[in-house]
Nanobody, 121 residues
Framework: QVQLVESGGGLVQAGGSLRLSCAASGIFFSINAMGWYRQAPGKQRELVATITSGGTTNLADSAKGRFTISRDNAKNKVDLQMNSLKPEDTAIYYC???????????????WGQGTQVTVSS
């Protein structure tokens, strides 16, 4: 079982910044990818950014140049620094973690409960 605790969402004006954090805990052999997805009202969940255990990042085009993803492997934590926020960034942001299970080495995808980010114009 993997538990994800998210923090950092909120209301901000356009052009402002927010930092999202997610900490993973539980029983697993290792954490592979960590990242953030978002879902706006009436839209499908979409990738924002991911980062591998080795530090390789993948950002959506909409996030490039504005968002930075980072992780602390010792703390099983991933952060998303969001700058120059726009109203279209308004969504529920979900933390994502892929873990490898002890023994079976099965891969498991886990999701946080989501944190609301609202950007006012």
């Amino acid at each position: 079982q993997v538990q994800l605790v998210e923090s950092g969402g909120g209301l901000v004006q356009a052009g402002g910044s927010l930092r999202l954090s997610c900490a993973a805990s539980g029983i697993f052999f290792s954490i592979n990818a960590m990242g953030w997805y978002r879902q706006a009202p009436g839209k499908q969940r979409e990738l924002v950014a991911t980062i591998t255990s080795g530090g390789t990042t993948n950002l959506a085009d909409s996030a490039k140049g504005r968002f930075t993803i980072s992780r602390d492997n010792a703390k099983n934590k991933v952060d998303l620094q969001m700058n120059s926020l726009k109203p279209e960034d308004t969504a529920i942001y979900y933390c994502y973690v892929q873990t490898t299970a002890w023994g079976t080495l099965d891969l498991k995808n886990s999701w946080g409960q989501g944190t609301q980010v609202t950007v006012s114009s």
